[in-house]
């Protein structure tokens, strides 16, 4: 069992920066491949980036160059810096803990989600 609680979500104006964490429970954390997923209202759930066990690391199109994605398995902490910020950034970011970055989206292991607003 692993449990995913997010946190560092906020309101940020364009060209702004913030970082997600996402802090696991359970002594398996450093195996599991780790994602974020965003939701905007009236939209699907899309993909924003994942991250293996050995570190290796993917991004959707839309974030890439401007998100990063890192872990921190001493603190089984799953951190997403985000810089330059755009509007269509705005969603509930949702952490995931899966075996493979691919398969994340059907994960039974999700957090609460934190709201993240770019708007000026």
């Known amino acids: 069992q692993v449990q995913l609680v997010e946190s560092g979500g906020g309101l940020v104006q364009p060209g702004g920066s913030l970082r997600l964490s996402c802090a696991a429970s359970?002594?398996?954390?450093?195996?599991?491949?780790m994602g974020w997923f965003r939701q905007a209202p009236g939209k699907e759930r899309e993909f924003v980036s994942g991250?293996?066990?050995?570190?290796?690391?993917a991004y959707s199109q839309s974030v890439k160059g401007r998100f990063t994605i890192s872990r921190d398995n001493a603190k089984k902490t799953v951190y997403l810096q985000m810089n330059s910020l755009k509007p269509e950034d705005t969603a509930v970011y949702s952490c995931?803990?899966?075996?493979?970055?691919?398969?994340?989206?059907?994960?039974?292991?999700w957090g609460q989600g934190t709201q993240v607003t770019v708007s000026s």
């Open positions: 991250i293996t066990s050995g570190g290796s690391t």
């Open positions: 359970g002594r398996t954390f450093s195996s599991y491949a």
């Open positions: 995931a803990a899966g075996l493979t970055i691919g398969g994340l989206r059907d994960s039974d292991y």
